[in-house]
């Protein structure tokens, strides 16, 4: 009895509809954008210039740790990150005068003065951190930057930070500074 032949598929076109999938799938897909954090960092120095020592008073810094257990602490207490934000707004506005919260220093700002705080948020946090824990706690502390400019928006110009013109927005930005310092990340959770 005779072999029956096994009819053969003509393959040479598939690369070609392949190319052309790939193709159509490259120009009509939209890549998300990224975001991230947005800080912008201090100019670096010139070689020539001889670096000083700042002095800056303890009462216009709080340092907000992290620890490895994803431990919140603003100054010396132990927080929720439900009461970070309310506390930092608290700390860079000093509304009362307070002698242990930061000073307020008159700036001059487009011929306008304005009492400008001088307040720094110290952030630490631990290798062990999570990436979670670090993000949420640096929404929070923008957040709380973020209303104190729309306060002072609306109190010198009536409408809110983002409905501001940009040179009314470069105006708030000097009036309300956001001034986070990041420390470099520790290992406090091994033991020696």
Known sequence: ?????????????????????????????????????????????????????????????????????????????????????????????????????????EKEIEGKTYLVSKGVISLQNDRGTSYEAYIAVQNELVKAVNELRDEFSVAQFGRKFSLLTEDQQNIVKKAVPQNISEAEPKDTGKKK
């Not at 670096?51 to 216009?60: F, M, S």
């Not at 439900?82 to 509304?95: D, I």
């Open 1 to 105: 009895m005779a072999k029956k032949k096994t009819p053969e598929i003509n393959s040479s076109s598939t690369a070609d509809i392949a190319f052309l999938l790939l193709c159509y799938f490259l120009m009509t897909t939209t890549m998300g954008e990224q975001s991230g954090l947005q800080r912008r960092l201090p100019p670096i120095p010139d070689k020539d210039v001889k670096v000083e020592d700042q002095k800056v008073n303890r009462r216009n810094i709080v340092i907000v740790r992290i620890n490895s257990a994803d431990k919140l602490f603003a100054g010396n207490e132990a927080m929720d990150i439900n009461f970070l934000k309310e506390k930092m707004k608290v700390f860079l506005s000093n509304p009362n005068n307070d002698p242990s919260l930061p000073e307020k220093e």
